[in-house]
């Protein structure tokens, strides 16, 4: 039987240790390469007429600092200390009024119907139980408040995010097979499954629709991008030197369809979820 406590206990141990490290040293090439989805999610809530937004798995907080830019406030709350540290501090030095949490989105006492919008950027395919953080998120807005999520599709339509795993998997025998029951990357590919747990959770009027977009990042930051994320960067984090040599010289040339000049892309399949929260019904 699965102890969801160890769950909760590794994607807290795994945002605090080498995954939120990396993610935090490649934060301006992130932010870079999802800049269409931060924008899509920015129009999203501004033509809602949002004020007072929360931004579920912010990170290093580009988007929950793009909210509030856009509509006055923002609230961004992420498992990782290092990453809230960091977007808290830029923030600041942007003069840009958002506020981050460092907590996890599914136990976390927002109180009551205090946000008009909740939104995500990847930021919700990790809770163990998303019934139950859908739930407590839908006590965090107001009735009739508005939920805008972007998630990935399967990995099928997304081969630039297994390249590396299945280049190196004849050299890394610990690279773990991906599973869409567990939390990850690709958790909430199946569309059907995330309209039963929003519909559980309070949500109605789902809609969840294809999105696709062209991403970039510098040829000259594919490297440090291959060897620091995903499940492929959890792995050589611990590596020898001669192992990890050995990796991206194998990885490296896999990579050669997506690379044009100076610049490497690839279309990232995602889903955009739309949903709006249930009034609550009277006992």
């Not at 004020?51 to 600092?65: N, P, Q």
């Not at 309209?195 to 490297?223: H, K, M, N, Q």
Request: proline fraction near 7%.
């Amino acid at each position: 039987m699965n102890d969801p406590r160890r769950s909760d206990d590794e994607q807290t141990a795994r945002w605090n240790g080498p995954a939120g490290q990396a993610w935090l040293d490649l934060q301006e090439v992130l932010d870079g390469m999802f800049r269409p989805f931060e924008e899509l999610l920015v129009e999203a809530v501004a033509a809602q007429g949002a004020a007072r937004v929360l931004d579920v798995g912010c990170g290093t907080g580009g988007v929950t600092r793009a909210v509030a830019r856009r509509v006055g406030h923002c609230v961004g709350i992420d498992l990782s200390e290092p990453m809230i540290d960091a977007a808290r501090e830029q923030a600041e030095r942007e003069g840009v009024p958002a506020v981050f949490v460092r907590g996890d989105a599914q136990e976390h006492a927002f109180g009551r119907a205090g946000f008009d919008a909740v939104v995500s950027r990847f930021g919700v395919m990790f809770f163990r139980d998303p019934v139950r953080a859908f739930t407590n998120l839908r006590g965090a807005v107001q009735d009739g408040g508005a939920l805008r999520l972007v998630v990935w599709r399967g990995p099928e339509e997304n081969p630039f995010m297994t390249t590396a795993e299945r280049a190196a998997a004849p050299f890394v025998p610990e690279l773990a097979p991906r599973s869409p029951d567990q939390p990850g990357q690709f958790a909430f590919a199946d569309p059907e499954r995330v309209r039963r747990f929003l519909a559980a959770a309070g949500w109605a009027g789902i809609e969840i629709r294809p999105v696709d977009a062209v991403c970039t990042l510098p040829e000259s930051e594919l490297e440090r991008y291959v060897t620091r994320l995903g499940p492929l960067g959890m792995v050589l984090s611990g590596a020898d030197e001669r192992t990890r040599a050995r990796v991206v010289a194998t990885v490296r040339p896999a990579f050669e369809p997506f690379v044009e000049g100076p610049d490497v892309r690839f279309t990232a399949a995602c889903w955009e979820v739309r949903a709006r929260a249930v009034p609550a019904k009277l006992s």
